[in-house]
């Protein structure tokens, strides 16, 4: 059975930095492409940022971009996003999914990021 967990969430003043980990397991980490995306209250589900198998960064949100990235360990089955910069409009849950070719077929439980001004 596939798992995604992630963890690193937390309360944070805005202008701080916060690192999101996901730990998978259940299958061949290395033959998926990975992805993070948030959700804020109301709104619909945003995709954040997408990292190929390779580790290559496929999408950055604009939103994002000069302050998140995303790196993945293919040898510790781990996937994680640095959030720098952080702005009180960052605040969502943040999920991992993993697929092929940006169909996500599992996805973790969240973990909430709160951005306070």
């Known amino acids: 059975q596939v798992q995604l967990v992630e963890s690193g969430g937390g309360l944070v003043q805005a202008g701080g930095s916060l690192r999101l980990s996901c730990v998978a397991s259940?299958?061949?980490?290395?033959?998926?492409?990975m992805g993070w995306f948030r959700q804020a209250p109301g709104k619909e589900r945003e995709l954040v940022v997408r990292i190929s198998r390779s580790g290559r960064i496929i999408y950055l949100a604009d939103s994002v971009k000069g302050r998140f990235t995303i790196s993945r360990d293919n040898a510790k089955n781990t996937v994680s996003l640095q959030m720098n910069s952080l702005k009180p409009e960052d605040t969502a849950v943040y999920y991992c999914?993993?697929?092929?070719?940006?169909?996500?077929?599992?996805w973790g439980q969240g973990t909430q990021v709160t951005v306070s001004s």
């Open positions: 999914a993993t697929g092929v070719d940006g169909r996500y077929d599992y």
């Open positions: 259940g299958r061949t980490f290395s033959s998926y492409g």
